[in-house]
């Protein structure tokens, strides 16, 4: 074969006629068509020499289409010369090709571009895509238009509605059922006796007609998609398929997620964020990266997504009631990942994943905020300088509540919860009450009376002295609500018990103004929150619809002299 490389490549040298050179091409394509002799005993500068047809940026468009022809035998002959192909042929040149009027040329240069991600890796197809530094305006468009144009292919199948009588489709209906419950043999059971089963099997697959339930997929989009969508899962992912239809078919019929209903109102979601069935735009540039890294993307991402769509189902507790509630979170999900630009479908499962219900709720708390312009940078800063006013009218408020008192539960010596006397109360009936008590002391009044400067410090929870000594004994809710007051007298400890969480905060709070300290309490953050929204909203009531800017404008600059002031006294003389 060696010198029959050299008498082509004497031939390609002699002969410049477009013409002959374009037979001579077309001649060796049939030659090696017929197998006669391999195409892996092809030479790398024969291979070079071809490739410089395709990438010459002016040559007879004939000769191209041969060579494009060419190359594509050598791809899809073997991976040695894949390899040699790809460092020779760029997808920019490629692409180039393209944009041509010809359309037998946009034909081949898409057949080479089409054998090249068909046989590399992902990792190949990754490097094809991305063999540039970065993919400009213009790149971006054709692997917009090259991502249309296939996912299109998949049109015809969402536009069909299934076929009651066509036996294929009805077979692929039962495979379904059978891949998802161990059926005894039907062979042995009457026409009433299968029909009854089959509808009840269908019935727990989710479908609304389990009777007739090609009647769930004649709607158009998305069709017959829908359904090799649920048979691709089946049939690549069967223990996921079984686990899912199992799943949901042992729960409460309001709590299970319907597996049928879900892939098909799934499948018609992916076929509207992939927009297949849209003609390419002129200008569109949005491809998606993932794309080129697999063969069957659709089928693959419904995949993971109707796995992510029953972990949603169940963060979300929902019923069949908010099924369109959980689509609508399913649908932000992926739209939300895919925007990311994942490069494979491993980092676009990862991340889809991760994007759990609480983070959807999150993300939608903070671009409201951001839509109503309270995360704006002067609004944060507006926010800081009204916190020191606010924090002072929460101060005040925690010391009128100790002023006024609470009610709290008396800790005997028996370690019994007896009758809660008021913490402030009149002096007559202090001293009645004082004798009923042990551990419990009223700080406000007289004889009982605490300087504010001999308390210490104010603990809470375990570190309390009282949840000390019966330590094991007391559940999280009396730890949550005990407080203690130490002071410097022989170290000795007032002992409290909340009756709720709210006077716990205020009390807490409360005396940690009274000794200087910073009131820490999670009742504190709420209402200061609630108030530094109400303040930022009236604040921001006239400047309703007028945008904020992100900065300050900048000041001008000093005039070049001040000499601008108008003279009246001459004026009069």
Known sequence: MGNNNKLILFWFFLCRAPLIMTHTLTAFMELMDHGIVSWENLSSVFIKKIAGFVNAKVLDTSIQQVSLAILESMVLSSSSLFNEVKQEITLERLISHLQVTNQQLQTKAMALLMAMLQAGGEADRQNIIHSSSSVGDEMAHYLYVLQTVRLNHLEARMRTPLDSYNQEQRDMLHVLRQAAFETESESGLSNERRRSLCAKEFKKLGFSNNSN???????????????????YFASRYPDAYSRFVLENSSREDKHECPFARSSIQLTLILCEILR?????????????????????LLEELFCICIQLLNKTWKEMRATQEDFDKVMQVVREQITRTLSSKPTSLELFKNKVNALNYSEILKLRQTERLHQEETLAPPVLELKERLKPELLELIRQQRLNRLCHGTLFRKISSRRRQGETPRSSQTPE??????EQ???????????????VADIKNVVTG?????????????????LDLAFSITYDVEEYSLNFIASSRTDFCLWTDGLNVLLGKEMSSESMRSELEILLSMEIKLRLLDLENVPIPDTAPPIPKPPSNFNFCYDFSQAEQ
């Open 429 to 434: 009936k202090y001293d009645q009450d004082l």
């Open 276 to 296: 297949i069935g849209e003609p390419p735009s002129e200008t569109g540039s949005d491809y998606h990266p993932i794309f080129f890294a697999q063969d069957r």
């Open 213 to 231: 339930p090609g009647q769930d997929l004649s709607r158009c989009p998305p069709g017959l998609l829908a359904l090799d969508t649920m048979a």
């Open 437 to 451: 008590l042990s551990l419990f002391y009223v700080i406000f009044f007289p004889p009982q009376t605490i300087p």
């Open 462 to 478: 375990k570190d309390c002295p009282h949840m000390k000594e019966n330590k094991g004994k007391q559940t999280k809710e009396v």
